[in-house]
C-alpha cells in the first residue's frame, strides 16, 4: 500500500486498447454512491472519517507493462475540508475495503521509524561507501528498533542497560551527537541480555516440560 500522485497511470483495461488515464481522473468519473463513509482511526478530536472507493485496475509502468491492483481513492465528506489522496495497493482481489482503508495510514508509521531510527539509532550516520556495508548497518538498525520498541511495549518502560542503572537510550537534547560506535555498542549489550534472557527462559521451559514427561 502506497501513496501515489493525481496523475498516476491507470487503466481499466488489461489489453491494450484501454486507454491510460490518469488516476484523479478515474476516481472522479465514479458515481458518488459507490464511495463509503469509513473511520479508520480515533484522533484526540473524535473518529477520522472519509470517503472511500476501490477500484480493480492496472497501473501502467513507462514501458506499457500494466500490473493488477487496486487503485483506492480518499475524499472528504459531507462537510468536510481536506484535499483528495490516492493510493495504490497490490492486495488479493477478495480484500475488502475496510482491510484496504485500514492499511493507507500505516505509512505514518514508517515515517516514524525514519525518525526515530535516526534520532535514537544512528540511521543516517553510516558513511561508507560499500552496498553490503550498508545493508549491515541497516540490518543492525531494524534489528535494533524492533527490540527496542518489543522492549519498551512489553515493559512499559525504557530499556536498561545490564547493570540496571540507567537507560540505554537516556532522554537528552544531545541525542544526534552520540558517536555511532557508542549506539552499536549499546545495541549490543542489549541484544545480548535479551538473547541471554530467552535462553534462560526456554532452558527452564525444557526442564519443566522433561519433568512432566
Not at 111 to 135: M, N, P, S, V
Not at 140 to 153: I, R
Request: proline share 6%.
Amino acid at each position: 500500500m502506497v501513496a501515489v500522485r493525481a496523475n498516476f497511470s491507470v487503466t481499466l483495461g488489461r489489453g491494450q486498447e484501454s486507454p491510460v488515464r490518469r488516476a484523479d481522473e478515474v476516481l472522479a468519473a465514479q458515481p458518488l454512491q459507490d464511495w463509503q463513509t469509513i473511520a479508520w482511526s480515533e484522533g484526540a478530536k473524535g473518529w477520522w472519517r472519509a470517503k472511500f472507493l476501490a477500484l480493480r485496475c492496472w497501473r501502467v509502468d513507462g514501458d506499457g507493462t500494466r500490473h493488477v491492483g487496486w487503485l483506492i481513492g480518499q475524499r472528504p465528506g459531507r462537510g468536510q475540508h481536506g484535499d483528495w489522496k490516492h493510493f495504490w495497493s497490490d492486495f488479493p482481489a477478495n480484500t475488502p475495503l475496510a482491510v484496504l482503508v485500514e492499511y493507507a495510514p500505516r505509512r505514518h508509521w514508517v515515517e516514524q521509524y525514519h525518525e526515530e531510527a535516526k534520532t535514537e539509532l544512528g540511521w543516517d550516520q553510516y558513511q561508507g561507501r560499500r552496498w553490503d556495508g550498508f545493508h549491515r548497518h541497516a540490518i543492525t538498525v531494524m534489528l535494533s528498533y524492533s527490540f527496542w520498541s518489543g522492549w519498551k511495549g512489553g515493559s512499559g518502560s525504557t530499556a536498561k542497560g545490564a547493570d540496571g542503572r540507567g537507560p540505554l537510550f537516556p532522554p537528552r537534547p544531545d541525542r544526534r551527537r552520540v558517536p555511532l560506535p557508542e549506539v552499536h555498542r549499546r545495541v549490543s549489550e542489549w541484544l545480548r541480555c535479551a538473547a541471554i534472557g530467552e535462553l534462560i527462559t526456554l532452558d527452564l521451559i525444557d526442564r519443566y516440560c522433561s519433568r512432566k514427561l
